[in-house]
């Protein structure tokens, strides 16, 4: 195994810390200089006048071989069960949610694109929204009951494609699993698709310890399929206990005991 001078190592941790300082600021100026989703005064929701992609478009092919050279610099990611994700048809994508790397380490392991939904303060940016748009995300105000997200989302299953949500809503940063909230369960049921539940552990320590790179495993469980008598509570906790059984006993959070019946 070649070594690393202390020199390159001491540049390298430099760029880092230069990265996390500066974007930051890059990304509040790009906010500030935004334009708003929102249009109250017309009662038209200027999401309806952008372009968004149901498939692979050539930019994200170049960014996602770019980024996965770069996070192989920094994480050697494992996978498990990729076998269980169908190859075609709709789909939902179900994980736990650890940090913001995580939509692209489940990414590079996916045999097929994946669609996410994104805060819609990362859209406010013309520019960044194009990006994102690009790459196969769409925004969603939180909080709230964002009926265009959940059109959308639906047409991204309509399409055939695949969707990957977070139904804990909000990043936990390995402290366990969140009570998850019941959107992915109601959509799942209303487009009678299936849910393929998966685990990820170590993207919420990635570059903390350069120059080592961070241990990443990324499991899939076998898809489940919505009952047609199935209440959205009961798919939801079928769903996460599906996501624990994927899990570290010390990362299954309120799942960890699984009741009878589940």
Known sequence: MCKISPHITYV???LIVYVRIVLPSVWMFYQSTG???TDQN???DPRD????YFSMTPFRSVVMFVLRGVFK???IIRDEGVENLPLEGPVIVAANHLSIYDPFTLQFVLPRPLFFMGKAELFQNQ???WVFRQLGGFPVYRGERDEWAI???RQVLEQGQALGMFPEGTRTRGKGLHIAKPGVARLALAVKCPIVPAALHGPQYMFRHFPR???VSISLGEPIIPERWETTLNLTDRMMFAIADLLPPEARGIYLHRPAGF
């Open 213 to 215: 790179r961070t241990q």
């Open 127 to 129: 520019f960044a929204s």
């Open 49 to 52: 006048q952008q372009t968004y």
């Open 73 to 75: 610099g920094f994480s």
């Open 151 to 153: 059109r959308h989302s």
């Open 42 to 44: 017309s009662g038209i």
């Open 35 to 37: 334009v708003k989703l």
């Open 12 to 14: 390298l941790r430099q």
